[in-house]
């Protein structure tokens, strides 16, 4: 199996090719006391965001949708004074020129461009060293906090290593499994998914437990954990609700705060924070959580911003693995996008279309749960639909919504659109630019790099720009990925 060449792993990084900056000056949005040497330098502490699925649209979209319309101007938002540039997201050739989240997840994470479906391998499904696996090498402290399952394609593809992002059960054994130099590669790991944990077969989670991990399963309980531990919190059987029925409205803010504060050392950290569910939003059609979700993330950043204001030595890069849905502003011929009709939803389009069949008045239901005032045309044809099955009332729900606000939509599935890259901190002028999703590992490799030797177990091989895993084993006695799609 692929974990057995990752335990016996030889680290073979022992130097990172340097990038050269863009020469651009430094963003007026940068934090004010930043100076150039810092800004320049070598981070101390790197967060790492993605926002999964967030194509261009969706922070157009999200600017429109928190503006004020009592002033003549749209104001900016938080994305506005961190952009710094564009990232290309092709995978592997023999994938095409559409990323899937695992490949952009292996590219964003190792600097590797591999197949659709790959968890940290490459084409030939071998094992690639992640950035967060090199941050551990260098004795930095690392975690992850995400809003989907943490075995999801994006943190999976940190720590485990596997041929198919549908092999959640044995993702979860790497994260156990997978050591640097002995130790596990994460510290920190919040966001869902008990049920791969805390299975029949193998109970993870009571390993993790009796390997001195602090377990949290609720949100209260996370903020108990003493400041500095090893945590493992899970808060829900897969992912987390989605934002608008989470009883957490700054979730996403929740768990990297706590997560920072678990994390923060003298000798740094490397932490990923992922938006995972602003993908799930655009797969679906929904308009709605699309924003809901994005807004959980710009509260996100807005915090995050804060933090680097007080630790310039910090580094926040942000961007997207891929775009999600072809969202449009604006649908039809028709000039015009009316985002007023998302702001007072108090629940998701998919709760609602769930619990509209059991109301005796599902028409002014729904419109209670939209927080709209419906006309009786409109209130009639909620009605109409409420004895239909659950996915025709959905499809409905976001129907209604996408006429009323005219949204567009040009697929279900992602699209191969270049994503924003935003950055501030120490450092962030190296993500200027055009560049592509593999630049943004490298260049996080070259920081990690720079910082102190490696402890390394055992002598390095070879220079590498990642890390070459081998194993004491006979060759034989183990699963070749270039010839078997799946190992037991």
Known sequence: ?????????????????????????????????????????????????????????????????????????????????????NASTYPAQVSGYVTDSAAAATALASGVKSYNGAIGVDVNKQPVNSVMYYAKSKSMRTGLAVTSQIVHATPASYIAHNESRKNYNEIADDFFDVRVNGEFVADVMLGGGTSYFEREDRDILAQFIDAGYEYADSYNRLASV?????????????????????????????????????LENDNGFFLLVEASQV???????????????????????????????????????????????????????????????????????????????????????????????????????????????????????KTFLDTKTNTGWTTG?????????????????????????????????????????????????KVSTNIELTSDEDDDELCDFKEDWRCN
């Open 226 to 262: 003493p400041a500095g531990s090893n945590v493992l919190g899970l808060f829900a059987p897969v992912a987390l609700p989605a934002v608008l029925d989470d009883k957490r409205k700054n979730r996403l803010k929740y768990l990297t705060k706590n997560a920072i504060k678990h």
């Open 413 to 461: 599935g992602h699209t191969g659109v270049d994503v924003e890259v935003f950055a501030f901190g120490a450092g962030y002028q190296s993500f200027m630019g055009q560049i592509d999703n593999t630049d943004i590992a490298k260049k996080i490799f070259s920081f990690i790099d720079k910082k102190q030797p490696a402890k390394i177990a055992f002598p390095s091989k």
């Open 1 to 85: 199996m692929i974990k057995q060449f990752v335990r016996t792993s030889i680290l073979s990084c022992a130097s990172i090719a340097v990038l050269a900056g863009c020469g651009i000056t430094e963003s007026a949005h940068q934090p004010a006391n930043h100076n150039r040497a810092q800004l320049q330098g070598v981070p101390k502490n790197i967060i790492m965001v993605v926002a999964d699925g967030m194509g261009p649209a969706y922070t157009t979209a999200y600017r429109n949708y928190v503006d004020d319309p009592t002033t003549p101007n749209i104001e900016p938002v938080v994305f506005d004074d961190i952009l710094v540039g």
């Open 279 to 397: 993908d799930w939003a655009g797969h679906a059609n929904d308009i709605a959580s699309a924003m809901a979700e994005m807004h959980d993330l710009a509260i996100t950043m807005e915090y995050l911003r804060d933090y680097v204001e007080a630790n310039p030595d910090t580094l926040v890069v942000l961007t997207a693995d891929h775009s999600t849905g072809g969202l449009t502003i604006g649908a039809n011929g028709d000039y015009r996008w009316s985002p007023e009709h998302l702001k007072s939803l108090s629940a998701s389009v998919m709760t609602i279309a769930l619990e509209m069949a059991n109301e005796e008045n599902p028409g002014e239901f729904v419109a209670a749960k939209l927080g709209l005032s419906l006309t009786e045309q409109e209130l009639a044809t909620l009605n109409s639909i409420s004895n239909q099955d659950d996915k025709t009332r959905l499809s409905a729900v």
